[in-house]
């Protein structure tokens, strides 16, 4: 039971998040970022981090951001892992 990246991560990559994880299991899609649900070891350390809390563990994604549990599984087998903090992306 991974913890899921959900629908407000759209567009905020502060990434504060993925400095914190130990196994460094976020990648990195064009406007959000996904968590590897194989890799993460559900240690919650992202999850104070997001300003904007939008990450979950897998039980406690809202219902109306279920779609994403499958969206993080997808997402992540093709998107570049990324373990360092970067400046938004939304002006560029
Ligand atoms: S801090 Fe939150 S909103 Fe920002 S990239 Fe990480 S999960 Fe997404
Ligand atoms: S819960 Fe822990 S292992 Fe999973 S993505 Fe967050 S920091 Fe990484």
């Not at 905020?12 to 914190?20: F, R």
């Not at 460094?24 to 104070?48: K, S």
């Not at 499958?70 to 998107?79: F, V």
Request: aromatic share 8%; charged share 30%.
């Amino acid at each position: 039971m991974p913890h899921i990246v959900c629908e407000p991560c759209n567009n905020c990559k502060y990434t504060d998040c993925v400095v914190v994880c130990p196994v460094e299991c976020f990648y990195e899609g064009e406007t959000m970022l996904y968590i590897h649900p194989d890799e993460c070891i559900d240690c919650e350390a992202c999850v104070p981090e997001c300003p904007v809390e939008a990450i979950f563990h897998e039980d406690n994604v809202p219902d109306e951001w279920k779609n994403y549990i499958e969206i993080n599984a997808e997402k992540s087998q093709d998107a570049p892992v990324i373990t360092e903090k970067k400046e938004p992306l939304a002006d560029s």
